[in-house]
């Protein structure tokens, strides 16, 4: 199973906004409505920001939604803050109960 | 409070075995279905395996890197759950990282532990 594509990095100024990609197959985000994405601060347990495509966990945010068309699934920043820094990753379930992650995303806040 | 603590991690050489453990708390264990993920160095995330909770079945899947040489098991008297790695090899190196979840999603993770396969 082939990682899911995301961009390396992005980068914002506080109060901006950003979107982060994740590009997939039929085989896993287009075929499937269990996209998910976590924040990941170095050192650090990811935490869960967004599920099921669209779903935001009891106390993230509302500045974090994701998306998704097709193949590709995206997670929108709005109102960036410094605390926003970290890494992303991208997760979708796949074909034969598996379970594939994106290679992540470095947000900057510049 | 939810923790999950991963244990167990070390350097070990080529062909070696190591179990990591993962101790729990917090959260109804026997209910939780339960998952391991790694990341090697510089990497993303990727996905080890997954084991149901017994009432699901209790079973397991693995990704193909790791299918026939890695199990996962647990004890739900313990809260905790298991990895044992044999027939490591050097691209096993990264964190490793438990979870719950890996129906729809992982909720909550560890902190992780580091695997070093190194001659």
């Known amino acids: 199973q082939s990682a899911l594509t995301q961009p390396r990095s992005v980068s914002g100024s506080p109060g901006q906004s950003v979107t982060i990609s994740c590009t997939g197959t039929s085989s896993d985000v287009g075929g499937y409505n269990y996209v998910s994405w976590y924040q990941h601060h170095p050192g650090k347990a990811p935490k869960l920001i967004i599920s099921d495509v669209s779903k935001r966990p009891s106390g993230v945010p509302d500045r974090f939604s994701g998306s998704k068309s097709g193949n590709t699934a995206s997670l929108t920043i709005s109102g960036l803050q410094a605390e926003d820094e970290a890494d992303y990753y991208c997760?979708?379930?796949?074909?034969?109960?598996?379970?594939?992650f994106g290679g992540g995303t470095k947000l900057t806040v510049l | 409070e939810v923790q999950l603590v991963e244990s167990g991690g070390g350097l070990v050489k080529p062909g070696g075995s190591l179990r990591l453990t993962c101790a729990t708390s917090?959260?109804?264990?026997?209910?939780?279905?339960m998952s391991w993920v790694r990341q090697a160095p510089g990497k993303g995330l990727e996905w080890v395996g997954r084991i149901r909770s017994k009432s699901a079945g209790g079973t397991t899947e693995y990704a193909t890197p790791v299918k026939g040489r890695f199990t996962i098991s647990r004890d739900d008297s313990k809260n905790t759950l298991y990895l044992q790695m044999n027939s490591l090899k050097t691209e096993d190196t990264g964190v490793y990282y438990c979870?719950?979840?890996?129906?729809?999603?992982?909720?909550?993770w560890g902190r992780g532990t580091l695997v070093t396969v190194s001659s």
């Open positions: 979870a719950t979840g890996g129906g729809q999603y992982f909720d909550l």
């Open positions: 997760g979708s379930y796949a074909d034969r109960y598996t379970w594939v």
């Open positions: 917090g959260f109804t264990f026997s209910k939780a279905w």
